[in-house]
């Protein structure tokens, strides 16, 4: 079975489109830009990579040992591609340059944004597929997401902690959308029934039409009992977060895969509920 978590966030058509810029830079600039964030090359006779140009064989040193696939290693490599874009534009050059709007395009097909600035950041970040550009501060979400991408496969106990922060964050965030005022100490239960109350998704305040059948309020009541029981999960010892004597016995990847995979459907249900024009809430507000 294809485990996802290791697939590549990255694409190559990204990485040659920024190696490409190495061409203008000087071969000590190359590799300070890669060493300023923490990476090392890879031993040359190690390099699968050929090309007569010195300064793009030592890009690649650098490239070839990043494991495309751990997001933490990504995030680092990102701010890397940041500081060639800027080492290699020109400040007084009027609007965007050809060799950056191939850039820009290609980082949009891996999910990726690239802004005026030359900062480049997630819209569509593994397990949550939606565009966190409509949220005014998407970072704690995106925290957690790391989270689960780092301990996914190989700590399902801090994965499924961190499936609970993943919707206790989300829930901050959309309250914070709202303008809702959030209790200093509310219990994760208390947001999520707080947040479908002011999304007009509890089954007391549900209007007409689709968002008002039967089957629609059973899936949302489905929806919260979710997002509860991933809490009440992680509270009995099964994620981390609170210290025990003894390990939990039997936790495996499965249960966590389960527990993120429910915690991502509680979030977009959430997210696209905040960001839909036309859903009820904005209705009411209005």
């Not at 290791?6 to 071969?27: C, F, G, K, Q």
Request: net charge negative; with cysteine.
């Amino acid at each position: 079975m294809t485990v996802t978590a290791h697939r590549e966030l990255v694409s190559p058509a990204v990485r040659n489109a920024i190696r490409s810029l190495a061409t203008d830079l000087t071969i000590r600039i190359v590799s300070e830009l890669w060493q300023d964030h923490g990476f090392v090359p890879i031993p040359p006779d190690e390099l699968k990579y050929q090309d007569p140009g010195q300064r793009r064989t030592e890009f690649m040193l650098y490239a070839e040992g990043v494991d495309w696939s751990d997001q933490n290693q990504v995030r680092r490599a990102l701010l890397v591609f940041e500081d060639f874009i800027r080492a290699c534009r020109n400040p007084d050059e009027q609007g965007t340059p050809r060799w950056l709007e191939d850039i820009r395009v290609r980082l949009e097909r891996d999910g990726f944004a690239l802004d005026q600035e030359g900062r480049i950041s997630w819209t569509k970040p593994p397990f949550l597929a939606r565009d966190l550009s409509t949220v005014s501060d998407a970072s704690g979400i995106m925290i957690e997401l790391e989270r689960i991408r780092r301990d996914l496969t190989t700590d399902p106990q801090g994965a499924i902690g961190a499936a609970k922060q993943l919707i206790e964050a989300t829930a901050k965030t959309a309250l914070r959308e709202l303008s809702i005022e959030i209790e200093k100490n509310a219990a994760l239960p208390s947001l999520i029934s707080t947040v479908h109350k002011e999304l007009r998704l509890d089954a007391a305040s549900a209007p007409e039409g689709p968002d008002g059948s039967k089957a629609i309020k059973k899936i949302l009541s489905g929806a919260v009992n979710i997002a509860v029981g991933v809490a009440e999960l992680r509270n009995q010892g099964f994620g981390s977060g609170h210290g025990q004597a003894s390990a939990p016995s039997g936790l495996g990847v499965r249960h966590a895969r389960l527990t993120v995979n429910a915690a991502v459907t509680w979030c977009e249900l959430i997210l696209d509920t905040l960001a839909d024009p036309a859903a009820p809430w904005r209705k009411s507000s209005t």
